[in-house]
T-cell receptor
Framework: KQEVTQIPAALSVPEGENLVLNCSFT??????LQWFRQDPGKGLTSLLL?????REQTSGRLNASLDKSSGRSTLYIAASQPGDSATYLC????????????FGTGTSLTVIP | EAQVTQNPRYLITVTGKKLTVTCSQN?????MSWYRQDPGLGLRQIYY???????DKGDVPEGYKVSRKEKRNFPLILESPSPNQTSLYFC?????????????FGNGTRLTVT
């Protein structure tokens, strides 16, 4: 069964800093890797989706990379802002289990003004 | 507005009293799914549906039922809720599974079973 891990569980940085969030998965046979943002009391919002054939995707200050061979994805946030404070989750879509989605436990990010 | 709508947002009930959490999407998505989110365990898939009348178990289906009689709706049914089903529940949908389309989530239902 696919297992997805996110380290660290929590991260606190000063405003303006560049940061990297990590996501690892155990089975490289994935359709895609998605990154989500979750704000308190809200649902998850899709940030980026990287297809299995891609190495990276960019949206504004966000850049996500995917290395299937090593089972790793990273989310890079440039010039962090207090509004980036949220929990970030990654999820792998696994074709081996009927297209289920497996989520990490998330990284709680706090950007200090 | 394209969205996934869950109701209710909050629900407090007692052990054994049947309940239904509704989920509806207006994006004509084929794939819908239910998750529960618990501290330290992340989101775990309960059930999913690839199409109307097609449902499959996820990783934690025990104690839950679902039905998919029409494309837009995917209710989650707890026939006899127990305290260990106290959790935050999310419904999600996407166009198709396996075609690299993002998951869209509802705002969640916080369930407390006493």
């Amino acid at each position: 069964k696919q297992e997805v891990t996110q380290i660290p569980a929590a991260l606190s940085v000063p405003e303006g800093e560049n940061l990297v969030l990590n996501c690892s998965f155990t089975d490289s046979a994935i359709y895609n890797l998605q990154w989500f943002r979750q704000d308190p009391g809200k649902g998850l919002t899709s940030l980026l989706l990287i297809q299995s054939s891609q190495r990276e995707q960019t949206s504004g200050r966000l850049n996500a990379s995917l290395d299937k061979s090593s089972g790793r994805s990273t989310l890079y946030i440039a010039a962090s802002q207090p509004g980036d404070s949220a929990t970030y989750l990654c999820a792998a879509e696994d074709p081996n289990t009927g297209n289920q989605f497996y989520f990490g436990t998330g990284t709680s990010l706090t950007v200090i003004p | 507005e394209a969205q996934v709508t869950q109701n209710p947002r909050y629900l407090i009930t007692v052990t054994g009293k049947k309940l239904t959490v509704t989920c509806s999407q207006n994006m004509n998505h084929e794939y819908m799914s239910w998750y529960r989110q618990d501290p330290g365990l992340g989101l775990r898939q309960i059930y999913y549906s690839m199409n109307v009348e097609v449902t499959d178990k996820g990783d934690v289906p025990e104690g839950y039922k679902v039905s998919r009689k029409e494309k837009r709706n995917f209710p989650l049914i707890l026939e006899s809720p127990s305290p260990n089903q106290t959790s935050l529940y999310f419904c999600a949908s996407t166009i198709w599974a396996g075609v690299n389309s993002p998951l869209h989530f509802g705002n969640g239902t916080r369930l407390t079973v006493t």
